[in-house]
Every structure is written in structure tokens, then in C-alpha cells.
């Protein structure tokens, strides 16, 4: 079992910047993959970025330049740096863990969601 935390969203004006972090605890030496996902209201939740335990990462397109997404190991902690924040970046982020159980099948484990909301 993974419980994940996500803190960091927020309130922020257009071109603003915000941090969010996710905290894993449990079994997280069997976590492969991290990433962040968001949903806007009556959109689905779509991936924005994922990083693989080797340090493998990809980012959406409509987000490279402006969002980092990072992990530190020794601290079972996901990052998602956001820079240049647009109203279309307005959602519920979501960090996700993906645990490996055989070569073909895998477990996903969620956070419980932060809300981020840029004003323009």
C-alpha cells in the first residue's frame, strides 16, 4: 500500500508561479513511477507530467517550459514546479504512484487531489 499527500495549490494571478509537492509513505521502494495528473471541471483527468524511478521524464506538450516536474528519493517527496501559470492551467492536480506487480499489470495509488486556481 502507498498513501500519497499533495499540498502547494492555491490561489495565484496570471504569469504566477506555485510549487506543488506530494509526500509518498508506505511501500514506497516498490513505487516504478510518480507523476502528476489534473482535472478541470467537465474536462477528464489528463497525465501533465510522470517520472520513472531511473529519472525517466515527459512532460504534456502544452506545458514544456513552463512546469518541472522532480522527485527526491530520500525524501519519498513528487514535485511539480509551475512557472508562468495561465486560466487554462486552472484544476484538481492529482499526484499519482504506479507500483508494479508482474511485467504486464500494475497498481495506481492517488492523492487526494489540490485545488489550483490562477485568476486573470
Known sequence: QVQLVESGGGLVQFGGSLRL??????STLSISAMGWYRQAPGKQR?????ITSGGNTNIKDSVK???????????NTLYLQMNSLTPEDTAVYYC??????????????????TQVTVSS
Not at 489528463?46 to 510522470?50: A, K, N, Q, S, T
Not at 517550459?65 to 525524501?75: E, L, M, P, V
Request: proline share 2%.
Open 96 to 113: 499519482n504512484a504506479q507500483v508494479d506487480i508482474s511485467p504486464r499489470l500494475y497498481q495506481n495509488y492517488w492523492g487526494q487531489g
Open 46 to 50: 489528463e497525465l501533465v507530467g510522470r
Open 21 to 26: 509537492s506530494c509526500v509518498a509513505s508506505g
Open 65 to 75: 517550459g513552463r512546469f518541472t516536474i522532480s522527485r527526491d528519493n530520500a525524501k
